[in-house]
């Protein structure tokens, strides 16, 4: 099944329409510690690697399930739509019945061979950004809820 694509102010309008929509911010904790959409909740799909470069995070699949219901729908985010299309797909594959990726992601989506962003992000859609980290919305909180 083809994960659907929205834009950030697609999802914006999905939050605001439907209180059971969750915007899932699959970034790393540092990049949505740096500022996040507003009512977003913090699970890496990706980590940072020790030896440099990124890793899958082994526990992102476990945690979400703990946290999130497969029938929710639930918006996935990150800087560009890159990690958020991977996170999407896995919880596609894991039964989960909506979820969607957004384009553009936080910090929008660049063409490497102009250098023009092809699909403005978040912040850059002038739409509500969160610094706030509590236990509620960050991945340290959300995977000791989980007990994972």
């Not at 403005?120 to 959300?142: H, I």
């Amino acid at each position: 099944m083809a994960i659907d694509q929205v834009t950030p102010p697609d999802a914006r309008a999905a939050l605001d329409a439907d209180p059971e929509v969750v915007y899932l911010d699959v970034r790393t904790e540092m990049e949505f510690a740096q500022g996040h959409p507003e009512g977003a909740i913090n699970i890496p799909v990706a980590i940072p690697n020790p030896g440099g470069g990124m890793a899958p995070n082994p526990d992102f699949l476990a945690v979400v399930e703990k946290i999130l219901p497969p029938e929710k729908p639930i918006y996935c985010g990150c800087q560009s739509g890159i990690r958020s299309q991977m996170a999407a797909e896995i919880l596609n594959g894991a039964g989960y019945a909506r979820p969607v990726n957004v384009q553009g992601g936080f910090g929008g989506r660049v063409n490497p061979a102009t250098g023009m962003v092809e699909v403005p992000g978040w912040r850059d859609s002038g739409l509500p950004v969160s610094t706030e980290v509590t236990r509620e919305n960050s991945y340290q909180g959300l995977k000791k809820k989980a007990g994972v």
